[in-house]
């Protein structure tokens, strides 16, 4: 029974790089939310997602974000030129429905720019 | 804009200590409250609350939301060195599907 899956773990990138983040829900869970977790700071959703479809991307910064959740394999968060700002954890949360249920975390990625 | 405050920022208590963590909201079109208990890790899941006056209990700890006030509580009761972690509470709220916005945790400490 696995949870919500998260790959790379850890990932460094220098300045200008790009950076992406990959997840994979829960078995069974279609709806797929992004926060990030700056240092000393709170969660902070950035976009939700299905299959396809982006719901509500309020969250994402107007340039150089981007995400996706096609409809074979995970959801990917993509950050173009990274700066040093962009250091965070990025938490992927997965959910079953679309109102009224339960986020299931999955560990994060600890992404540092250098 | 929505709004969840949590309090204290952090708590020193001693193993056996009874605590109580606040959370407070201003959200539009709230739906539910989340709490999560985070150790340096993954955020993990501990209650949903929807109802007001409706304890929900798992072991020593419990939960409980006043849709009138605006606010939630979490008690550990008996803690142990293992609660030592950062509590965050979590309110989902608006239309376009669950989108959860975070208070700024509660640091809790729990010495031998």
């Known amino acids: 029974n696995a949870g919500v899956m998260q790959n790379p773990r850890h990932l460094v990138r220098r300045r200008g790089q790009e950076a992406r983040l990959r997840c994979s829900p829960m078995k069974g869970h279609s709806h797929v939310y992004w926060y990030r977790q700056l240092p000393e700071e709170g969660l902070k959703f950035m976009v939700y997602l299905q299959k396809e479809n982006i719901i509500d991307e309020s969250g994402m910064p107007k340039e150089r974000f981007s995400a996706e959740f096609p409809k074979e394999g995970p959801s990917i968060l993509r950050i173009q030129q990274v700066v040093r700002g962009d250091s965070a954890a990025y938490f992927c949360a997965s959910s079953q429905l679309q109102a009224g249920g339960e986020q299931y975390f999955g560990p994060g990625t600890r992404l540092t720019v250098t | 804009e929505d709004k969840v405050v949590q309090s204290p920022l952090s708590l020193v208590v001693h193993e056996g200590d009874t605590v109580t963590l606040n959370c407070s909201y201003e959200?539009?079109?709230?739906?539910?409250l989340l709490w999560y208990k985070q150790e340096k890790k993954a955020p993990t899941f501990l209650f949903m609350l929807t109802s007001s006056g409706i304890e929900k209990k798992s072991g020593r700890l419990s939960s409980i939301l006043d849709k009138k006030e605006l606010f939630s509580i979490l008690n550990i009761t008996a803690t142990q060195t293992g609660d030592s972690a950062v509590y965050l509470c979590a309110v989902e709220a608006g239309n376009a599907g669950n989108m959860l916005t975070f208070g700024g945790g509660t640091r809790l400490m729990v010495k031998p």
């Open positions: 959200v539009t079109n709230f739906r539910s």
